[in-house]
């Protein structure tokens, strides 16, 4: 007990010291590698925690793909870097950022210290009714049962947002073919992996994905390892990135929100509210969502992670 | 027999994981870039087989065991890449021996 105190004691240390190093880091670069580090060790702590969907997610999204999204950030920065760094702000300005910063930092802490001892929950209601659901993973149970309309918003807030990208390219690249993310090297070790990983990975993605009605897992932490691999293929140059006008390729992407739309109306109907499952269909209808959200989620955090259009329209059929 | 399991458990563990101090201490002291691979690459490859090999007296046979020697063959083929990718950016330039060509420095 007391040695799993002193692991926990020093995980929390650790974090704490990346934390600060990464705020203070003077390079983009290396702020983004320590924020990536930062995310792997957070991951440990919800594991530590028990919970490991949450630690599976904060991996994949938070550290993983996040990271990556933020290393291309500092690749396209890194030519502006040094004027901005000769533009650095006042020191007055500086003080105000730190204040305001560290007053912020003191209200959440005075707020997570003034929460009431037991917390308020929900937990032992969950429990209680889980069976009608046909899940037995809890956090499964919660977010498509209890907490579904947050998850329908989570999900579909993708969509908005991979528009948001593609909105980036000049008008002439819109539809094209997103830039291709890595250097066409058909001797490297990448090539390999690129051949050898994919059949592994996606095995584990549909397996993550099924599992987690049952266990920890689910459509977001399978989408994220469906991702990956297609995007080890396009870095390794095996693949090209998709023309962005293509048909199938729209339809993939909004399909999982168009299900989940639907089945949220159809309960209005069959079960008197928004995104209610009729009795005895709450399991068959969960499978149909996750399952379906799961392609929608793979391509559009993989396009998320390509960016926009780069190629004319015409020119890259 | 149990004993005799978890004192196989007990001694591979640690070794595997004097690699691992082995490994992040040549992270730390080796002079470039391809030694300091070589020693990170060396405690994956060593460190985390030994961990795996003396955890597999613990865990359930078939499927428990079976997960985590693909783990390690995952970590493998995921190490032995990454080494070959980062070696070949670290690559001295040719007529200026002892510069790496780019990447990071620390």
């Known amino acids: ?118 917390a308020p929950t929900l937990a032992p209601a969950v429990a209680e009714h889980l069976a009608t659901l046909g899940v037995q993973n809890p956090v499964t149970g919660v977010l498509l049962g209890y907490r ?13 947002a ?14 094209g073919r997103p830039a291709s993310p890595g250097p066409r090297d058909p001797g490297s070790a990448l090539t390999l992996l690129a051949q050898v990983l994919p059949p592994v990975g996606i095995l584990v993605g549909i397996h993550l994905l099924w599992i987690g009605a049952d266990a920890p897992g689910g459509k977001f932490q399978g989408a994220v390892v469906l991702a990956a691999m297609w995007v080890l293929v396009l870095v390794a140059g095996l693949r090209r990135p998709p023309a962005l006008a293509g048909r199938p390729l729209r339809w993939l992407i909004v399909l999982g929100a168009l299900v989940f739309i639907a089945i949220g109306l159809s309960g209005v109907w069959l079960a008197g509210a928004f995104l209610a499952y009729p009795e005895g269909l709450a399991k068959p209808l969960i499978l149909a969502i996750e399952i379906l959200l799961t392609p929608s989620l793979a391509v559009i955090l993989g396009l998320l992670l390509l960016g926009p259009a780069v190629t004319d329209r015409g020119s890259g059929t | 027999m149990t004993l005799a399991l978890t004192l196989f458990t007990v001694v591979c563990v640690s070794l595997g994981a004097l690699f691992f101090l082995a490994g992040t201490l040549g992270l730390l002291r080796f002079p470039d870039t391809l030694t300091r691979l070589h020693a990170l690459t060396n405690a994956d490859n060593l ?57 990071p420095t620390p």
């Open chain 1, 1 to 118: 007990m007391n040695m799993a105190l002193a692991a926990d004691a020093f995980l929390a240390l650790l974090i704490l010291g990346l934390a600060i190093w990464t705020i203070a880091a003077s390079q983009t670069y290396g702020a983004v590698v320590g924020f990536v580090a930062y995310g792997l060790l957070v991951a440990l702590v919800w594991v530590r925690l028990g919970s490991v969907d949450v630690a599976m997610t904060e991996a994949a999204l938070g550290s993983g793909l996040t990271g990556l999204l933020l290393l291309g950030a500092a690749a396209h920065l890194a030519p502006l870097e040094a004027a901005e760094r000769q533009a650095r702000p006042g020191p007055w300005l500086r003080l105000l950022v730190g204040a305001l910063c560290v007053a912020v930092t003191a209200v959440l802490a005075a707020v997570v210290l003034s929460l009431p001892e037991p």
């Open chain 2, 47 to 103: 460190g985390l087989g030994l961990v795996l090999l003396g955890l597999l007296p613990q865990v359930a046979w078939p499927l428990g065991a079976l997960k985590l020697i693909a783990v390690w063959l995952l970590a493998l083929l995921a190490g032995a890449t990454v080494g070959q990718l980062l070696g070949a950016a670290a690559r001295p330039v040719p007529g200026n021996p002892g510069e790496p060509a780019d990447g």
């Open chain 1, 162 to 175: 991979l528009v948001a990208v593609w909105s980036l390219a000049t008008d002439p690249a819109w539809g």
């Open chain 1, 148 to 160: 579904a309309i947050d998850t329908l918003l989570e999900t579909v807030v993708l969509v908005p």
